[in-house]
């Protein structure tokens, strides 16, 4: 059974950072693309970043761009989301999603496997 942990969530203050990390049973994610989307209430899931899986190439939304970076340990089986000057309109459940031999889409609907989700909220 393929599961998705997201942790790393929580309650930080504008500027503050986190650090998400999903960890990934029951497959191997080395020929994964893996991204992370968020959902903030009343809003359809959107997309933040992804990571291909054959040369690393990176995809970021423009709304966060020079302030989260996502990298991958195929050895551990787990990426992370470093996120860095928060704001408030961070604020929303992070989902991390692998897709197999993907190049990184911003598509949701391109993504076989989810995690359940990490809140992360953002006080100003």
């Known amino acids: 059974q393929v599961q998705l942990v997201e942790s790393g969530g929580g309650l930080v203050q504008a500027g503050g950072s986190l650090r998400l990390s999903c960890a990934v049973s029951?497959?191997?994610?080395?020929?994964?693309?893996m991204g992370w989307f968020r959902q903030a209430p009343g809003k359809d899931r959107e997309f933040v970043v992804a990571?291909?899986?054959?040369?690393?190439?990176?995809y970021y939304a423009d709304s966060v761009k020079g302030r989260f970076t996502i990298s991958r340990d195929n050895a551990k089986n787990t990426v992370y989301l470093q996120m860095n000057s928060l704001k408030p309109e961070d604020t929303a459940v992070y989902y991390c999603?692998?897709?197999?031999?993907?190049?990184?889409?911003?598509?949701?609907?391109?993504?076989?496997?989810w995690g359940q989700g990490t809140q992360v909220t953002v006080s100003s």
């Open positions: 990571i291909n899986w054959s040369n690393g190439n990176t």
């Open positions: 999603a692998a897709d197999h031999y993907g190049n990184g889409s911003s598509r949701p609907n391109a993504y076989e496997y």
């Open positions: 029951g497959r191997t994610i080395s020929r994964d693309a």
